[in-house]
């Protein structure tokens, strides 16, 4: 079954004037599209994209924010069968260059001046295979002379009239490119059969109660397998979703639009974690006491919920209390209405789970790559484990391969690498299972166990190996570091490459009387980093002594994505980073 028949056909016959999609244009509030109406939006653009000489098969490029043409355009071109290719956003011209001219992509969708003065400079070039840049707001500047269309005009005469294109499970949908930590972009194709069947097995999964009543946020990069595959899944059963095109406003965005369910990674967790905890320290001795009572009995009551037991009585009075006191807080400043989060990316320490467990807040821990449309693995409703990664989907099967990784089948597996026979070879093994290149073990409960990846396992000059991620949660948990990169390999003890979070060093400076001239002065400011020592001893207190990190430099700006230092999804590019910093590391040692 082709997917977009999947989405659109089925909610614009069950409930065609409930909203579908919302979104925000510049200067105006939030607007919603019922299904009737997103329905016909994306048979229009399905048309006209047939009309502009688009066939089954061909690629179509999507280089954009987030928005609600964003997603009409993907499934306008599921619809007729085309393949649609995102390209994040915050890719330059040379590596939009390079997805296009490796997928050939004939049209593609850009959304602001940025974007789509890179897709003209492609477009003119005699070796593209790109014929049509579609422009999805009316403000950027366009040449029209050079076979360009605002989507509003594209669409315009075509009809609403429509009968998508048929599809078998095994037909290509989309080919998605690796933003990847190392190396270069691979373009996975992931199969109408992945997504249906994913999307399937997570309804089979979780057993949602009144899923068309939800309301998701798209915050993420829709480029990004996991926020495309969750908006997917939530128009997929009926729930609205409203896309957010510059998650810097998500703050905003969350009071605005109050949102029930929203997909985030590790460190929108540990930001509002750190923050809580930094304003519950601030608080006299009696709010702390209330906040440390208030935590308590939310987990009290947490666990039992998490153990399917009934709530007493009594510890029911407490949490009533404790919400009124501080959860409801906490949870206002996210809309208010947040009840289920699914976390993917990297992983996620349990402390932080519990926090939002006890608080009222489901994160749903998950596991799964761009290859494995997503999800493999993920916290259910219930009788999860904090500190794992949750328990297969329906139709996936795992197993532990040689030097601990983990492999996998089932129905999210990717078709492959997009012209590259060899590479996808290599991630196979003989008898079919993927290979993860992540590191990890199944206890005795069939929940998975993340270790770390297996190209960052560390080994000392002593010997000792050392997984970098749950020390880089362990520090980035605290409200006064970002970002951090470890350091160990062949070395005789770790060090670290830390970015501070600016905005709380600020408040720091200010109480303290430390005059404000330039990061780069601040960073190198002995009282500050006499202040970092004492943090990070303290934050290290349960590590092993040859993990813990002996030496550090504090860095005056963050890692960036345009500078190639991290992905969209904020993972840092480790190779990147100690390649670029390599002169800074040695000082260290």
Known sequence: MNLAEAII???????????????????????????????????????ALRNAGIQENDKVAIYSDNSSEWMIFDLAA???????????????????EYIIDDSQAKIILVGDQAQYDA???????????????????????????FSSFYLEDFIAKASPEFECCPKEYDDAATIIYTSGTTGTPKGVVLTHGNFIRALDAHFEFFKFKNFE??????????????????????????????????PKNISKALEEVKPTMMCAVPRFFQKVYAGVLEKAEEGSSLKKKIFGWAVETGWQTAELKRNERPVPFGLKIKEAVADTLVFSKIKKRMGGRLWFLPCGGASLSPEVTKFFESVGIHVTVGYGLTETTATL???????????????????????????????????????????????????FTEDGWFKTGDAGKIDDKG????????????????????????VENLLTNNNFIQQIVLIAEGRQFVSALIVPNFEFLKDYLKKNNIPFTQWEDIVKNEKINDFYKEKIKELQGELSDYEKVKRFTLMPAEFDINAGEITPTLKVKRGVVLKKYADIIEEMY
């Open 377 to 427: 693995t993920l916290f259910p409703l219930t009788h999860f484990e904090h500190g794992t990664s949750g328990k297969p989907l329906p139709g996936v099967e795992l197993r532990i391969g040689e030097n601990g990784e983990i492999q996998a089948r089932g129905n999210g597996i990717m078709k492959g690498y997009y012209n590259r026979p060899e590479e996808t070879r290599k991630v």
């Open 9 to 47: 056909l089925k909610n614009t016959e069950k409930h065609p004037l409930k909203a579908a999609i919302g979104f925000k244009k510049k200067d105006a509030g939030w607007k919603e599209l019922s299904w009737q109406k997103f329905g016909e939006i994306v048979f229009k653009t399905a048309n």
């Open 119 to 145: 897709a003209l400079q492609i477009l003119q070039k005699e070796s593209s295979s790109l014929e049509t840049v579609i422009i999805s707001k009316k403000a950027v500047w366009i040449k029209k002379e």
């Open 213 to 246: 009543e939800e309301l998701s946020l798209a915050f993420l990069p829709l480029t990004h397998v996991f926020e495309r595959s969750w908006s997917l899944l939530c128009l997929y059963g009926g729930a609205r979703v409203y896309f957010l095109e510059d």
């Open 78 to 96: 599921m619809a007729i069968g085309a393949i649609s290719v995102p390209i994040y956003s915050t890719n330059n011209a040379e590596q939009a």
């Open 447 to 470: 929940n998975l166990v993340i270790t770390d990846r297996l190209k960052d396992l560390m080994k000392t000059s002593n010997g000792k190996y050392i997984a970098p991620q749950p």
